[in-house]
């Protein structure tokens, strides 16, 4: 089992927020494309062999490829891999690229499942995020995809901006349920550097994000899954039953994964790497026949620190007979900590795990770390 | 003898002392500008970056005069803190001139005063001279008046130098000939021999820089320390230039080494007289004290684990530091560690320091004290030393207790003069004297609690004072004082590394102010934090730091999982160098910049 990601490092305009890899300069989109295949042909057996049950397109926005682009870009896939008849194939876009022409090029493809980045159903916060789709193509989009055929898509939400009040963010999740969205990944605004926001903040231009709204939000969030029985399957995804991500799921599971584009990150079990964070670099280094990229091996104790940071932010949490079976040699220290956080009350216990309380789980990076195994 | 020139320099910090040195070993090239580094006498990495003498140590040039003859100079440097006063004036005890060096750009300080006096008690010819006069800022009218009001000499003794260009650097070791009497002693007499500091070697054992005041020392004599009493070989003598340079004899008047094996810098006593067996010398000499240590503090392990490693630590510090003292003391907040003492603030930050950067102990310091007096009401019972908190006795119980009080000197310009008082009316001080040294500088004399200043004084004064205040002071006497304990509590949990002894009046303000920067300092955990200071059984105040609301990121995808492992591993050795009390969560830092309350 293992699982590939592609990245599609363009955007039309760039997002406040973001701070993933991408550039708004098309000059270089057919080179790159070229050189991404090269990479699936260069990087075959990274993978060992292994069936592909996941194929992830994300971005920057691979809606900007072409029909062409994109078919291409499968037809090397299939020459390298073999993939699973029913792997799952997600691609990430933007509303404004999901006209009912571009969903039909998807549906020909072997696309099965969309990732839509609405964000948010109101105007105000759009152009807050410098988003390139207004409130209309935010509703429409969902309307058409499933006209085209769509069943199995995600929908993006941000909440805490500055910009959603706590009345705004209720409305946009009561549009999830009216919409009967099947899976929703909802993340709480961050200010990171190096993104416009970032330096306004820094500069005190505008406010930070304040911790307190987005407790509150994600409070919000809370009783809404359980109010219309989505499953919380992680801290930032959620989805009606059947419906969960194969891909990001393998992710928190540890599974294998093939990283293409620049910037992408591969995952072997034991090692991980990382390709230059550049399109020019990337696009030379793989027409010299040759990868750009960094790797670090993963100790006994990194692959340790992994498993509860993942495991903590899944409703399938950490388990006692895995510590117990794969790092023995750290089995007193974690069952330490695990009675002190469940006499904290911030993990329970399940059947056969122990999770995050509801109420721990917006300090889930605090309470991972607690248990970290780390040298001085 | 005749050709012998003893001097040492006195200056307050910054005011280019060292840089001076060195040009006076350059141009005798005594040391190569290619082995120049700066501030060659200070050989410490931290004396080095805080640009400040710790040890005093001492140097032997030569200088072929114009009048044909070659002199020796004996140059020997002393701290410039009042920390360590007392190797100050062993230091100018065993010289008969002092170059006296006052930054052109700041004028006199308190600490030149109260070394400059010692001088001038012990007899040394002062040859004034204004460093940096090649600064623009440089007021050399003004600070020449000042000198001149200070020593009553004329103007035109004064030498005008700069460290940096070299400029009157010539005139400097004209004047050390001319002006600087030679020693004056009898090479005939018995052996009377000054210790005026000593270095820990760790191959060589503890060497000891002495001065010869009368007789001559010569390789192989068997040695008596006249205080300490004990006895030696001199295994080997010699004097100091760049190195130690091995001699057969070291003469009258002349300043050298003496290597005899000491193992611990506790056996040699700076001050101390050095003797021959065979033929001792009737007395000592004058002035010999035993430093005692005025500042007391715990220094824990962070990790309880490490508490052997520290005491190796310390025991290692005391070999070159004799004045560093210290025994096991246990906390109940803190575990296992040790009860130190210091001879000032800045004393207990360098050994915090050398700790830390050559030992690589990772350790807490808690908040100094003073040593206390205290008299417990039982029938019979007789008045004890109180080095922490913990040992005074229930109040039902106490009879009275004495805490020390200090005269200390202030000088700074008279705009400051309003502050200062306020400051130091606040610190519980009264001002005895205020005198106008010129008319832009005061000099004010107050009578102050030890603990009052041991703590957050020195910046607050430099501070009010635009850095222009500077600070000495002399320990005077134990006084009655109405003085509590304030305890500080976390979740209900006592945490005795954070207990002090306040006097009542100021008990509650007190405790206000600690917990509100104890809320400063606690990093927000999972749970709500209580923090409470009480005296007894009364809480007097407290805050409440809320639980950590969101400590989360948002995405955790393929791309994410190494910056963020190494993100919370960063978090996580954070979290390790803090110290758990109950289940709080303490910085380091906290347990000492508690007190920093402005």
Redesign the interface.
Same mark, same amino acid.
């Given at each position: 089992m293992a699982g590939i #990601?592609i990245h599609i490092p363009f955007c039309k305009q760039a997002c406040h927020y973001c701070n993933f890899h991408f550039s708004t300069s098309l000059n270089h989109k057919t080179a790159l494309v070229e050189a991404l295949q090269k990479e699936i042909k260069l990087q075959k057996n990274f993978l060992l062999g292994a069936t592909i049950e996941s194929i992830y397109f994300g971005g920057g926005t691979p809606s900007m490829l072409t029909e062409m682009e994109l078919m291409d870009i499968f037809s090397t896939l299939h020459q390298s891999f073999e993939i699973g008849k029913t792997a799952e194939i997600t691609f990430e876009a933007n509303p404004d690229d999901l006209t009912s022409a571009y969903l039909q090029t998807l549906v020909k493809s072997p696309v099965n499942r969309l990732s839509i980045g609405v964000q948010s159903f109101f105007e105000e916060d759009l152009k807050w995020m410098n988003r390139a789709h207004d409130a209309n193509q935010a509703i429409d989009c969902i309307h058409e995809a499933r006209k085209a055929g769509f069943e199995n898509f995600s929908v993006d939400l941000i909440y805490g901006s500055p910009s959603t009040s706590n009345g705004m963010w209720e409305k946009n999740l009561e549009k999830i349920r009216a919409l009967k969205i099947p899976h929703l990944s909802s #993340?709480?605004? /961050?200010v990171e550097e190096g993104t416009a926001l970032g330096s306004w903040v820094k500069k005190g231009k505008m406010p930070d994000v304040d911790?307190?709204k987005?407790?509150k939000h994600f409070e919000m969030l809370q009783q809404f899954v359980q109010k219309n029985h989505y499953r919380h399957y992680? *801290?930032?995804n959620m989805a009606l039953e059947g419906f969960e991500a194969v891909h990001?799921s393998n #992710?928190?599971k540890r599974i294998p #994964?093939l @990283?293409i584009g620049p910037?992408?990150?591969?995952?072997d079990g034991k090692n &991980?790497q990382?390709n230059i964070n550049n399109n020019a670099k990337y696009i030379q280094a793989l027409n010299e026949g040759r990868l750009e990229m960094e790797k670090?091996a993963l100790s006994e104790s !990194?692959l340790f620190?992994?498993y509860i940071? /993942?495991g903590l &932010?899944c409703d399938w949490g950490i388990s006692k007979a895995y510590i117990a079976k794969h790092f023995p040699q750290f089995n007193n220290t974690f069952e330490k900590e695990l009675a002190a956080q469940v006499q904290?009350g911030?993990l329970v216990e399940k059947t056969s795990s122990f999770v995050l309380a509801d109420a721990?789980?917006? *300090?889930? !990076? @605090?309470?991972?770390?607690?248990f970290?195994v780390?040298n001085? | 003898m005749e050709k012998f020139r003893n001097f040492c320099v006195i200056a307050h910090i910054d005011h280019g002392k060292s840089t001076l040195s060195d040009r006076l070993l350059e141009f005798t090239k005594t040391i190569s500008e290619r082995d120049m580094q700066n501030q060659a006498l200070d050989d410490m990495d931290i004396e080095r970056e805080r640009g400040i003498t710790i040890k005093s140590h001492a140097i032997q040039l030569y200088y072929d005069h114009s009048d044909g003859v070659k002199y020796t100079f004996n140059l020997i440097d002393t701290p410039g803190h009042v920390d360590f006063s007392y190797e100050v004036s062993r230091s100018i005890a065993a010289c008969e001139g002092a170059l006296l060096i006052v930054d052109a750009t700041q004028g006199i300080q308190a600490q030149t005063i109260s070394n400059l006096y010692l001088a001038i008690e012990h007899d040394l010819e002062i040859i004034p001279v204004l460093n940096k006069i090649d600064m623009d800022s440089a007021m050399i009218e003004e600070v020449t008046d000042q000198v001149v009001d200070l020593i009553g000499c004329d103007p035109s003794e004064i030498i005008l130098a700069s460290g940096k260009t070299g400029e009157g650097v010539q005139e400097i070791m004209n004047a050390i000939v001319d002006r600087v009497p030679a020693p004056k002693g009898d090479p005939k007499a018995p052996l009377q021999a000054l210790i005026f500091d000593s270095v820990f070697n760790s191959f060589r054992g503890v060497i000891a820089y002495f001065k010869i005041i009368n007789g001559v020392l010569k390789k192989g004599d068997k040695v008596r320390f006249v205080n300490t009493g004990k006895e030696y070989g001199a295994d080997e003598i010699g004097i100091l230039q760049l190195d130690q340079v091995k001699k057969k004899v070291v003469g009258c008047g002349d300043v050298g080494y003496i290597i005899t094996g000491i193992k611990e810098s506790k056996e040699i006593k700076v001050g101390d007289t050095i003797t021959t067996i065979e033929n001792p010398c009737s007395e000592a000499i004058q002035g010999f004290e035993d430093v005692k240590p005025m500042v007391f503090a715990g220094i824990f392990p962070v990790d309880n684990d490490d508490f052997e490693d520290l005491r190796d630590s310390l025991e290692k510090l005391q070999l070159n530091d004799a004045s560093l003292t210290f025994e096991p003391e246990s906390s109940v907040a803190l575990g296992f560690g040790f009860r130190c003492g210091f001879l000032g603030m800045l004393h207990l930050e360098i050994i915090q320091e050398r700790l830390d950067r050559e030992y690589n102990q990772n350790v807490i310091t808690t908040v100094p004290n003073v040593t206390y007096f205290a008299k417990s009401k039982k029938k019979g019972s007789e008045k004890f030393i109180v080095k922490t908190p913990a040992d005074l006795p229930d109040p039902s119980q106490l009879e009275f207790v004495e805490e020390p009080y200090i005269e200390a000197q202030i000088i700074s310009k008279p705009e400051y003069v309003g502050s200062i008082m306020t400051l130091c009316l606040d610190k519980r001080g009264e001002m005895t004297k205020q005198t106008y040294l010129t008319p832009t500088r005061i000099e004010m004399t107050f009578i102050l609690p030890l603990a009052e200043i041991v703590f957050d004084f020195y910046d607050r004064l430099k501070s009010i004072s635009r850095g222009y205040a500077s600070f000495d002071y002399t320990p005077l006497d134990y006084r009655q004082s109405d003085l509590v304990k304030s305890d500080i509590l976390l979740n209900g949990d006592p945490v005795d590394a954070l207990s002090a002894l306040v006097h009542r009046q100021k008990a509650e303000a007190f405790g206000r102010k600690i917990c509100k920067k104890l809320k400063e300092l606690l990093p927000r955990q999972q749970f709500k934090i209580a923090i409470q200071a009480s005296i007894g059984a009364k809480v007097v105040a407290r805050e409440t730091i809320s639980a950590l609301r969101k400590d989360v990121t948002a995405k955790c995808y393929g791309g994410d999982i190494t910056r963020k492992r190494k993100l919370l591993e960063k978090q996580k050795k954070g979290k390790k160098k803090m110290r758990q009390i109950g289940n709080v969560e303490v910085p380091q830092r906290a347990f000492l910049e508690v007190l920093k309350l402005d």
């Amino acid at each position: 089992m293992a699982g590939i #990601y592609i990245h599609i490092p363009f955007c039309k305009q760039a997002c406040h927020y973001c701070n993933f890899h991408f550039s708004t300069s098309l000059n270089h989109k057919t080179a790159l494309v070229e050189a991404l295949q090269k990479e699936i042909k260069l990087q075959k057996n990274f993978l060992l062999g292994a069936t592909i049950e996941s194929i992830y397109f994300g971005g920057g926005t691979p809606s900007m490829l072409t029909e062409m682009e994109l078919m291409d870009i499968f037809s090397t896939l299939h020459q390298s891999f073999e993939i699973g008849k029913t792997a799952e194939i997600t691609f990430e876009a933007n509303p404004d690229d999901l006209t009912s022409a571009y969903l039909q090029t998807l549906v020909k493809s072997p696309v099965n499942r969309l990732s839509i980045g609405v964000q948010s159903f109101f105007e105000e916060d759009l152009k807050w995020m410098n988003r390139a789709h207004d409130a209309n193509q935010a509703i429409d989009c969902i309307h058409e995809a499933r006209k085209a055929g769509f069943e199995n898509f995600s929908v993006d939400l941000i909440y805490g901006s500055p910009s959603t009040s706590n009345g705004m963010w209720e409305k946009n999740l009561e549009k999830i349920r009216a919409l009967k969205i099947p899976h929703l990944s909802s #993340y709480a605004l /961050t200010v990171e550097e190096g993104t416009a926001l970032g330096s306004w903040v820094k500069k005190g231009k505008m406010p930070d994000v304040d911790p307190a709204k987005s407790l509150k939000h994600f409070e919000m969030l809370q009783q809404f899954v359980q109010k219309n029985h989505y499953r919380h399957y992680e *801290i930032s995804n959620m989805a009606l039953e059947g419906f969960e991500a194969v891909h990001n799921s393998n #992710y928190w599971k540890r599974i294998p #994964y093939l @990283g293409i584009g620049p910037a992408a990150h591969s995952f072997d079990g034991k090692n &991980r790497q990382w390709n230059i964070n550049n399109n020019a670099k990337y696009i030379q280094a793989l027409n010299e026949g040759r990868l750009e990229m960094e790797k670090e091996a993963l100790s006994e104790s !990194d692959l340790f620190n992994e498993y509860i940071m /993942t495991g903590l &932010r899944c409703d399938w949490g950490i388990s006692k007979a895995y510590i117990a079976k794969h790092f023995p040699q750290f089995n007193n220290t974690f069952e330490k900590e695990l009675a002190a956080q469940v006499q904290l009350g911030a993990l329970v216990e399940k059947t056969s795990s122990f999770v995050l309380a509801d109420a721990a789980k917006f *300090i889930a !990076d @605090g309470v991972a770390s607690e248990f970290f195994v780390v040298n001085d | 003898m005749e050709k012998f020139r003893n001097f040492c320099v006195i200056a307050h910090i910054d005011h280019g002392k060292s840089t001076l040195s060195d040009r006076l070993l350059e141009f005798t090239k005594t040391i190569s500008e290619r082995d120049m580094q700066n501030q060659a006498l200070d050989d410490m990495d931290i004396e080095r970056e805080r640009g400040i003498t710790i040890k005093s140590h001492a140097i032997q040039l030569y200088y072929d005069h114009s009048d044909g003859v070659k002199y020796t100079f004996n140059l020997i440097d002393t701290p410039g803190h009042v920390d360590f006063s007392y190797e100050v004036s062993r230091s100018i005890a065993a010289c008969e001139g002092a170059l006296l060096i006052v930054d052109a750009t700041q004028g006199i300080q308190a600490q030149t005063i109260s070394n400059l006096y010692l001088a001038i008690e012990h007899d040394l010819e002062i040859i004034p001279v204004l460093n940096k006069i090649d600064m623009d800022s440089a007021m050399i009218e003004e600070v020449t008046d000042q000198v001149v009001d200070l020593i009553g000499c004329d103007p035109s003794e004064i030498i005008l130098a700069s460290g940096k260009t070299g400029e009157g650097v010539q005139e400097i070791m004209n004047a050390i000939v001319d002006r600087v009497p030679a020693p004056k002693g009898d090479p005939k007499a018995p052996l009377q021999a000054l210790i005026f500091d000593s270095v820990f070697n760790s191959f060589r054992g503890v060497i000891a820089y002495f001065k010869i005041i009368n007789g001559v020392l010569k390789k192989g004599d068997k040695v008596r320390f006249v205080n300490t009493g004990k006895e030696y070989g001199a295994d080997e003598i010699g004097i100091l230039q760049l190195d130690q340079v091995k001699k057969k004899v070291v003469g009258c008047g002349d300043v050298g080494y003496i290597i005899t094996g000491i193992k611990e810098s506790k056996e040699i006593k700076v001050g101390d007289t050095i003797t021959t067996i065979e033929n001792p010398c009737s007395e000592a000499i004058q002035g010999f004290e035993d430093v005692k240590p005025m500042v007391f503090a715990g220094i824990f392990p962070v990790d309880n684990d490490d508490f052997e490693d520290l005491r190796d630590s310390l025991e290692k510090l005391q070999l070159n530091d004799a004045s560093l003292t210290f025994e096991p003391e246990s906390s109940v907040a803190l575990g296992f560690g040790f009860r130190c003492g210091f001879l000032g603030m800045l004393h207990l930050e360098i050994i915090q320091e050398r700790l830390d950067r050559e030992y690589n102990q990772n350790v807490i310091t808690t908040v100094p004290n003073v040593t206390y007096f205290a008299k417990s009401k039982k029938k019979g019972s007789e008045k004890f030393i109180v080095k922490t908190p913990a040992d005074l006795p229930d109040p039902s119980q106490l009879e009275f207790v004495e805490e020390p009080y200090i005269e200390a000197q202030i000088i700074s310009k008279p705009e400051y003069v309003g502050s200062i008082m306020t400051l130091c009316l606040d610190k519980r001080g009264e001002m005895t004297k205020q005198t106008y040294l010129t008319p832009t500088r005061i000099e004010m004399t107050f009578i102050l609690p030890l603990a009052e200043i041991v703590f957050d004084f020195y910046d607050r004064l430099k501070s009010i004072s635009r850095g222009y205040a500077s600070f000495d002071y002399t320990p005077l006497d134990y006084r009655q004082s109405d003085l509590v304990k304030s305890d500080i509590l976390l979740n209900g949990d006592p945490v005795d590394a954070l207990s002090a002894l306040v006097h009542r009046q100021k008990a509650e303000a007190f405790g206000r102010k600690i917990c509100k920067k104890l809320k400063e300092l606690l990093p927000r955990q999972q749970f709500k934090i209580a923090i409470q200071a009480s005296i007894g059984a009364k809480v007097v105040a407290r805050e409440t730091i809320s639980a950590l609301r969101k400590d989360v990121t948002a995405k955790c995808y393929g791309g994410d999982i190494t910056r963020k492992r190494k993100l919370l591993e960063k978090q996580k050795k954070g979290k390790k160098k803090m110290r758990q009390i109950g289940n709080v969560e303490v910085p380091q830092r906290a347990f000492l910049e508690v007190l920093k309350l402005d």
